[in-house]
């Protein structure tokens, strides 16, 4: 056992634990518990479009993107299949923490055929590179983000993950650089459509201490980490805009967002926002 990990399974659950766990930061892992619908033909990176590293799907407009569109029949093939998986993730979030499920929003499905390790990007968008998650485009306004993973490699090769230090230690290690919030310039990029909707300053810090992450190299040499190895047919669950991570190697994850308001946790005072409404800067988020 590590404090990174609680494992779990099906048949033993203890939905107050696993929450607990969860919501303290550590990864609910699934050993034995997997997606298994594989369609063989999907197995491959060709299928993406060249310009995306993923697959994804929105569960309620049955929407595709990032696949080769001139492939014959490709979403025919791959709706069902991505469908299935989001209804895997919330058959697991509803055996393991039910009291979640009535207050969840769903998020993209996303599969990712390509091997991390060894592709080139820009350090902001290099996921090998220890991160909380945030997303520059689409502002979340304090939802939490839930992400239910599924490593689907059919070579048996782990998905290797780093996890790094606790949310509040990131934070006060960077809380201080992060550059103030500037609603005119959260309104131009929104009118340029650089955002979906307006970036809020929850968003706003939650993005730049993500860039602030994965541009400072000595941060990402010196900070404390753990290697984890999830096994092919594994899943796992785990809050990605608090917990530290970064994805080293592996090809064929398949991952669910939801979103989950922070009045829904059992512990509000754990979620990202709490903290940075109370971080020694006190960054100036409105109080919900
Ligand atoms: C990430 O969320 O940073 C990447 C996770 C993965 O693809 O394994
Ligand atoms: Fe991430």
Not at 232 to 257: N, P
Not at 270 to 279: D, R
Request: hydrophobic content about 40%; aromatic content about 12%.
């Amino acid at each position: 056992m590590n404090n990174y990990l609680l494992t779990q399974n099906l048949g033993s659950l203890d939905q107050k634990d696993s929450i607990a766990s969860l919501e303290a930061g550590k990864v609910l892992f699934f050993p034995d518990h997997y997606f298994s619908a594989i369609d063989q033909s999907l197995m491959s990176a060709t299928i993406l479009d060249g310009h995306h590293k993923n697959v994804s799907y929105d569960y309620k407009s049955k929407k595709l993107g990032g696949y080769q569109k001139d492939h014959n029949s490709l979403y025919e093939r791959l709706e069902p299949f991505m469908r299935a998986y989001a209804l895997f993730a919330h058959a697991l979030i509803n055996s393991a923490l039910p009291s979640y499920v009535p207050h969840l929003q769903w998020g993209r499905t996303s599969f990712r055929p390509a091997q991390i390790s060894g592709r080139a990007s820009s350090k902001r968008k290099d996921d090998t590179r220890l991160h909380v998650d945030s997303f520059s485009a689409s502002p979340v306004n304090g939802l939490r983000i839930l992400r239910v993973f599924c490593n689907i490699n059919p070579h048996n090769e782990p998905r290797v993950w780093n996890l790094g230090e606790p949310f509040s230690d990131v934070l006060a290690r960077f809380a201080a650089k992060l550059p103030p919030y500037r609603k005119l310039w959260a309104i131009f990029l929104n009118l340029v459509q650089s955002t979906k909707t307006l970036r809020s300053p929850y968003d706003h810090y939650m993005l730049n201490l993500h860039d602030s992450m994965k541009l400072d190299d000595h941060y990402q040499a010196q900070v404390e980490k753990m290697q984890i190895a999830f096994p092919a047919q594994s899943s796992w669950i785990v809050f990605t805009d608090l917990v530290s991570h970064a994805a080293l190697s592996g090809q064929y994850l398949l991952e669910q967002t939801f979103y989950l308001p922070v009045d829904k946790m059992a512990k509000p005072e754990l979620s990202p926002l709490h903290h940075l409404q109370h971080s020694s800067l006190t960054l100036r988020i409105p109080m919900a």
